[in-house]
């Protein structure tokens, strides 16, 4: 297992990506929208890992909520998983509430679930895997 991706919500996806394109000192490699959750994404590579911006596309999303309630910053903390239904048991065999417990595709081409935070020290967890 290895962080995948760091997921930071954010207003004004122009915006950030301005910034982040500075900060890194380079471009995105990919912008994806997804629209059953209703979001755009950006991804930096970094290594090993990426960095996932993630703008609201509407008011209903649960990115605005997020932005509503928190304002910008990061999400989550997404964790690279060889076998993602395997986890989803040992998870849920530890305690963990899974929020979805059926994966869904999700963006990057990653099949996605998510730990709800409650248990997770207040941090939301998304495990992913490759779609292959």
Known sequence: MKIEHLGIAVKSLAD???LFARLLG???YKQESVEREG???????LGESKIEL???TNPESPIAKFLEKK???????AFDVNDINEEIIR???EGFVVLNEIPKK???NKLVVF????????????LCQEIK
Do not use: C, M, R, W
């Open 54 to 56: 993630l703008e609201a």
């Open 115 to 126: 730990l709800h935070p409650k248990g997770t020290n207040g941090v939301l967890i998304e």
């Open 106 to 108: 999700g963006a990057d």
């Open 39 to 45: 979001v755009t994404t950006s991804f930096y590579e």
């Open 91 to 93: 998870l849920k065999n």
């Open 71 to 77: 304002g910008e910053g990061i999400h989550h903390i």
């Open 16 to 18: 950030s990506d301005d």
């Open 26 to 28: 380079q471009s995105n």
